[in-house]
């Protein structure tokens, strides 16, 4: 049932960023996510109080972590993929994600079976390829002061961040247990919120969206806090190594829609990474 779950966060993780890709070629990237953050946060504010649960102090911190890796993921994302090359970022981001709470749950004494271990891998290929595919004709950006693109040791540092920051957030929330309910969520919630309002302080951007950006980051917001859901659900109710890397798999939602919705051509290396996926997710969920 976990691995259901997860296979739901993925889903709408994807969707989520679809529409705030969709969102910020409308719109400056920094208040879409403000915008987006900020709504999902109302969303759990809402939810959270209608369970029973009372969190503990260490359970709110681990909450608040997890937004803290997440704001800081995405804006080293972000920095990597505007000031380098593509093709180097979005690989070394995905291979990093998952591997990170994989490490951990095996330090931790999980302990999957040996074709769930190799559904593990093949899950981590799968998004290497996918997000490869997505890079691959991108040439790197220049800076906004008509500078030079980051060094290449950088870019890497970069992108190493950036998957380390998002692996931490998968397992930072995977230290919160049931009685907590939704409440660490409000405290991720919150802190990503903050990181991005000072983001946007610190340029002086406006949060304002155009009509069309605004309805994709209201969807997308929604769509997230109910990833962070179905995320939470699936990880409490199972292990860390296999929760996280069926989630890690979201960029195959993102690519799926962007094909269908904005007939995106699939790449050979996208393709390759879409029947990679489908066999981690069978070794994976045949060994539960």
Known sequence: MYLLL????????????FLGGVAA????????????????LALVLVAAPLL???????????GAVAGLAYGVGLILLYRGLAFGQMSVVAPITGICAPSLPVLFGLMSGERPGAWALAGIVLAIVAIVLICWGAAGDAPPASSQDGGEVASGRTVVLTALGAGVAMGLFFIALAQTHAQAGLWPLVATRAVTVACYLLVAASRQQSLRLA??????ALAGGALDIGANTLYLLSVRGGLLSLAATVTSLYPITTVLLASVVLRERLRRPQSLGLACAAAAVLLITSTR
């Open 211 to 216: 009509p069309q950006a605004l309805r994709a």
């Open 25 to 40: 070629r409308r719109s400056p990237v920094v208040a879409v996510i403000v915008v987006s953050q900020a709504l999902a």
């Open 6 to 17: 997860a296979l739901a966060a993925a889903a709408a993780y994807g969707a989520a960023d």
């Open 52 to 62: 029973a649960a009372v969190p503990s102090r260490t359970e709110l911190l681990w």
